[in-house]
Antibody, heavy 121, light 110 residues
Framework: EVHLVESGGTLVQPGGSLRLSCAAS????????MHWVRQAPGKGLVWVSR????????AYADSVKGRFTVSRDNVKNTLYLQMDGLRADDTAVYYC??????????????WGQGTPVTVSP | QSVLTQPPSVSGTPGQRVSISCSGN????????VHWYQQLPGSAPKLLIY???QRPSGVPDRFSASKSGTSASLAISGLQSDDESVYYC???????????FGGGTKLTVL
């Protein structure tokens, strides 16, 4: 069974940094694209970033480009999101997600439970 | 950044059929598959439809979807009270080289 468990979310001051982790199990992690999606309180889903299987290709939403960095460790089966220069509008629950099958790149069939990030003085 | 447009809300009565539209452009829906998600309050999203019309294992056939040009739609037939949820469409965007979500549509079962 696929399990995705996010961690690292907490309260942080504006301008601060945070690294989120997503521990994956139950599937061949190194063969799947991985994504980060966030949801601000009471708002909709917003895609944040994605990374391909071997970390050679990444992409970011305009709102986080230059501030966030996605990476993965295919030995530890873990996805990361390094968040720098945090702003109040980065406050959200952050989900890691992966695709339904390894052949797909963005049909997000498996999601973690989310980790909350609050950016506030 | 959401350039996939959904109606904010739709409603229906038990047993009725409702549909939710999703409008995009030539950078996304016209050239990529559309996926649909259901999100119950306090829960992570659940993939409902992928590759325009395919249902993951366990999703009832009351849920169906289609795509034409730059638009897509999700249909729910035989509406049930526990279908009350927020539904999101999603597609790959070539300009972004990433994923777009629609703004979400809240379905109310009256």
């Amino acid at each position: 069974e696929v399990h995705l468990v996010e961690s690292g979310g907490t309260l942080v001051q504006p301008g601060g940094s945070l690294r989120l982790s997503c521990a994956a199990s139950g599937f061949a992690f190194s063969t799947y694209w991985m994504h980060w999606v966030r949801q601000a309180p009471g708002k909709g889903l917003v895609w944040v970033s994605r990374i391909n299987r071997d970390e050679t290709d990444t992409a970011y939403a305009d709102s986080v480009k230059g501030r966030f960095t996605v990476s993965r460790d295919n030995v530890k089966n873990t996805l990361y999101l390094q968040m720098d220069g945090l702003r109040a509008d980065d406050t959200a629950v952050y989900y890691c997600a992966t695709t339904l099958t390894s052949r797909l790149r963005n049909a997000l069939g498996y999601w973690g439970q989310g980790t909350p990030v609050t950016v506030s003085p | 950044q959401s350039v996939l447009t959904q109606p904010p809300s739709v409603s229906g009565t038990p047993g009725q059929r409702v549909s939710i539209s999703c409008s995009g452009n030539t950078s996304n829906i016209a050239t990529s598959s559309v996926h649909w998600y259901q999100q119950l309050p306090g829960s992570a999203p659940k993939l409902l439809i992928y590759n325009n019309y395919q249902r993951p294992s366990g999703v009832p056939d009351r849920f169906s979807a289609s795509k034409s040009g730059t638009s897509a739609s999700l249909a729910i037939s035989g509406l049930q009270s526990d279908d009350e949820s927020v539904y999101y469409c999603s597609s790959w965007d070539d300009t972004l080289s990433g994923v777009l979500f629609g703004g979400g549509t809240k379905l109310t079962v009256l």
